[in-house]
């Protein structure tokens, strides 16, 4: 049986799909591109797909990250092309690796994400941002299925910082755009949880609502800062026989 690693995207309007919704689309995409997918057993046999720490509905997402579980082998470049073809513009996806290594859901502990707060004064996301970062604890409360919780939503942050607007930013009104670094932990904490979180520190609350984008999740390096790429293990682990195999030849006597 052969694993494959896929990273896809929520990109535009897509971003409104729930996570149901995008399983149901990415069923139909297996069955449009022919994948040789392996199913479980029992009464209602599905298809071997893994999903890992999906982004919450309404949320963009440049990595998003899956696994499927094939019968035949597959050549993966060939086959996120087909896959590709087959979802709409907007879940688009962009790299694929066999799976060599253990554990992919373990090297997803912290996400990167932006804010773009429109109608938000720069000056004023940064004050409300430093209020944030200096506090030990911030608390905020979120309505779940079971009542109202309330937690801290400072521990789990790593780092929160202010950036620039781009140059394609509209530049006719105020635009503070935010970059945050959140690690996964239990209760989540997710970027709403922040934004409520800047609320309560410095009354910070946008007149629209955020435009919220993951632009990474993988491994937090504790040294570094950084969150690493997930599917690295796997494409050096691929390319490890190859590097040995060209050093074997470069050897051989002629």
């Known amino acids: ?4 690693r896929l990273r896809y995207t929520k990109r535009g309007r897509l971003r409104f799909t729930s996570h149901r919704d995008f399983q149901r689309a990415f069923e139909r995409a297996l069955r449009r591109a022919e994948v040789p997918m392996a199913y ?6 599905h298809p071997k797909v893994s999903y890992a720490n999906a982004a919450p509905t309404g949320t963009g997402s440049e990595a998003e990250y899956l ?4 019968t035949e082998a597959r050549d993966p470049q060939k086959l996120r092309r087909l896959l590709d073809e087959s979802l709409p513009a907007g879940l688009d996806v962009i790299e694929a690796v066999e799976a060599r290594t253990p ?3 373990d090297r997803l502990t912290a996400s990167v994400w932006e804010l773009r707060l429109d109608g938000v004064d720069p000056a004023d996301a940064d004050r409300a941002v430093a209020a944030f970062n200096a506090a030990d604890t911030v608390e905020v409360q979120r309505l779940t299925k079971n009542g109202v919780r309330t937690f801290d939503a400072r521990s789990a942050v790593v780092r929160l910082e202010t950036h620039s607007p781009q140059a394609d930013r509209p ?5 503070a755009i935010l970059r945050l670094v959140v690690r996964h932990v239990t209760p989540a904490v997710r970027p709403d949880d922040v934004l409520s979180g800047l609320r309560a520190v410095a009354d910070l609350a946008p007149p629209v609502p955020a435009a919220v984008t993951r632009l990474a999740q993988g491994l937090f390096d504790e040294e570094t800062g950084a969150v690493t790429d997930p599917l690295a293990p796997d494409r050096e682990a691929a390319e490890a026989p190859l590097t040995a195999d060209a050093t074997a030849a470069a050897k051989a006597p002629a």
Request: hydrophobic share 45%; with cysteine; aromatic share 4%.
């Open 103 to 105: 554990g992919l859901a």
């Open 67 to 70: 696994e499927i579980a094939l």
């Open 171 to 175: 530049i006719d009104q105020p635009c």
């Open 40 to 45: 479980s057993a029992g009464f209602t046999p």
């Open 1 to 4: 049986m052969q694993r494959i």
